[in-house]
């Protein structure tokens, strides 16, 4: 079945530097790419997102790149803050389907 | 314009009672569903709803039931918890399904003892 497979799990970065998570999707057919960050004790909340006929966007610190032959997408912090700290989780869907999720990324971003 | 809201927010039950987790979202979305987030698991899906009127099973159905109400609402509910059924439970909507973001609820920590 579909699978989003992220990496990694936890994540600690210096303040300041960059951070990348990477997700890979088994479905080829997966057009939808979004990013969701959760802060503890929160809902989850959409970052950024991206679709299979662009591949790279750009949000101030935050951007995505997708590599649609390798089936992977990554996300890239720049200049980290303390208040990056939180979960982090891709999702991959197609078309009018579900969401798939990946398990998640702690990232810890140190004074 | 409250977004997606679920109720309650904490809920303690002992093992073999039933409960109702409500969630109304006011954005007009077609499509509602159910996650579960255990640590380390991420986010699982219960159930979901692509339109009103239907319903289908996610990764983790067992042991739960829901109901789209009308096109605002959609609850979840659990016959005979569980102590594997601890965790915290998110409602989410989104304007279809898939392929546009989705607004999550709260959350409802729910302890089975």
């Known amino acids: 079945g579909e699978n989003v497979e992220q990496h990694p799990s936890t994540l600690s970065v210096q303040e300041g530097d960059s951070a990348v998570i990477k997700c890979t999707y088994s479905?080829?057919?997966?057009?939808?790419f979004p990013w969701y960050k959760q802060e503890l004790g929160k809902r989850p909340q959409l970052i950024i997102d991206?679709?299979?006929?662009?591949g790279e966007k750009k949000d101030q610190r935050i951007a995505v790149t997708l590599n649609k032959t390798a089936k992977h997408f990554s996300l890239h912090i720049t200049e980290t803050q303390p208040e990056d700290s939180a979960v982090y989780f891709c999702?991959?869907?197609?078309?009018?389907?579900?969401?798939?999720f990946g398990t998640g990324t702690r990232l810890k971003v140190l004074a | 314009n409250a977004g997606v809201t679920q109720t309650p927010k904490f809920q303690v039950l002992k093992t073999g009672q039933s409960m109702t987790l409500q969630c109304a979202q006011d954005?007009?979305?077609?499509?509602m569903y159910w996650y579960r987030q255990d640590p380390g698991m991420g986010l699982r899906l219960i159930y979901y709803?692509?339109?009103?009127?239907?319903?289908d099973k996610g990764e983790v159905p067992n042991g739960y039931n829901v109901s789209r109400l009308n096109k605002r609402e959609f609850s979840l509910r659990l016959e005979s918890a569980a102590p594997s059924q601890t965790s915290v439970y998110f409602c989410?909507?989104?304007?279809?399904?898939?392929?546009?973001?989705?607004?999550f609820g709260q959350g409802t920590r729910l302890t089975v003892v």
């Open positions: 989410a909507s989104s304007e279809f399904l898939g392929n546009t973001e989705a607004f």
């Open positions: 479905d080829s057919a997966s057009n939808y």
């Open positions: 991206i679709r299979s006929n662009v």
């Open positions: 999702a991959a869907s197609k078309g009018t389907y579900k969401y798939i």
């Open positions: 954005m007009n979305h077609n499509s």
């Open positions: 709803s692509a339109s009103e009127g239907t319903t």
